[in-house]
């Protein structure tokens, strides 16, 4: 999965937390937020701040890169209004087979 959209990072916030087996309140304790805050990034709030989406990632053991469209094998030319995408299910893969 590429991500392009904030409801994109909400699925991958809700589904880590699920496959850790932490309820909202667990996650929220840890990325010292709210728990209102985590139903809203799940549910693709599109104004978060940054950080505060950095650091829920984090709490999750997970982390953030961006690669520029011709390092990810792409065609189309990096545009100065385009944001490259990531790989968040070969990103949950590898994760999981650590974890094994």
Known sequence: MFIRTVTDIGLVIRERRRSLG????ELAGQAGVSRQWIVEI???KPRA??????RTLSALG???SVDAA?????TEALRA???????IDGLLDDLAANRS
């Open 22 to 25: 932490l309820d909202q309140g």
């Open 42 to 44: 799940e549910k693709g």
């Open 70 to 74: 011709d390092e990810l094998g792409g």
């Open 49 to 54: 701040e940054v950080g505060l989406v950095l």
């Open 81 to 87: 209004d385009a944001i490259p995408s990531i790989d």
């Open 62 to 64: 997970l982390g953030l």
